[in-house]
Every structure is written in structure tokens, then in C-alpha cells.
């Protein structure tokens, strides 16, 4: 059993910050694990927001948060964090953490999503 876990959402006014964490637990080889933050708007598909590969040498983001947000982790505490800075309207979402065998070996691993709210 694999669980993820997110918390650090929250309600936030426009250019202001949060900082999401995601923990894993139960059998899963962290460092094995592409990590993913994902988001979901109310009547939009859930899109890509940033992933970090195993080693957490490389990096992609969708390009609506580029140079904004940062995503990161820490293999030796199975955790994965995103730094999201100067946080607009549109990022309103629940953001949800996503684990991805690169093998294809196993199924992936999803979190049970965080609400991030940006309002004035």
C-alpha cells in the first residue's frame, strides 16, 4: 500500500505565496519515482504543473507557472514540495501530487489533493 499525502493548501490573495508538501509512505521506493504536482479547476481537466525526475536533476513546468513556481524534493524523507510564488487567480485549483514509475513497471500513485485558493 502507497499513500501520498498533500497539505500546505490554502486561501491566499493574489501575488502572495505557498509553499505545497506531498509525503509518501507504505511500499514505495521513493527515489525510484518521477513526482509530479497536477491541478484541477472547477470544470477544467486536470493538467500537468511541474515534475522532477528521480534524481531531482531535471525539472519541467507547464508554462502558465514558469518562473513562479519551483518544484522540489527530498529522496531521504520522501517528500516533494512545490514553491508557489507570486500566486494569480487562475492557479485556484486543487493541486495534487502524482508518482510515476519511468519504468512503466507499476501502476502510478496519486494524492488525495490539497485546495489552493487565490482571492482578493
Known amino acids: 500500500q502507497v499513500h501520498l499525502v498533500e497539505s500546505g493548501g490554502g486561501l491566499v490573495q493574489p501575488g502572495g505565496s505557498l509553499r505545497l508538501s506531498c509525503a509518501a509512505s507504505?511500499?514505495?521506493?521513493?527515489?525510484?519515482?518521477?513526482m509530479g504536482w497536477y491541478r484541477q479547476a472547477p470544470g477544467k481537466q486536470r493538467e500537468l504543473v511541474a515534475t522532477?525526475?528521480?534524481?531531482?536533476?531535471?525539472?519541467n513546468y507547464a508554462g502558465s507557472v514558469k518562473g513562479r513556481f519551483t518544484i522540489s524534493r527530498d529522496n531521504a524523507k520522501n517528500m516533494v514540495y512545490l514553491e508557489m510564488n507570486n500566486l494569480q487567480l487562475e492557479d485556484t485549483a486543487v493541486y495534487y501530487c502524482?508518482?510515476?514509475?519511468?519504468?512503466?513497471?507499476?501502476?502510478?500513485?496519486w494524492g488525495q489533493g490539497t485546495q489552493v485558493t487565490v482571492s482578493s
Open positions: 502524482r508518482g510515476s514509475d519511468p519504468r512503466g513497471v507499476f501502476a502510478d500513485y
Open positions: 522532477i525526475t528521480t534524481s531531482g536533476g531535471m525539472t
Open positions: 507504505g511500499s514505495i521506493i521513493f527515489n525510484m519515482y518521477v
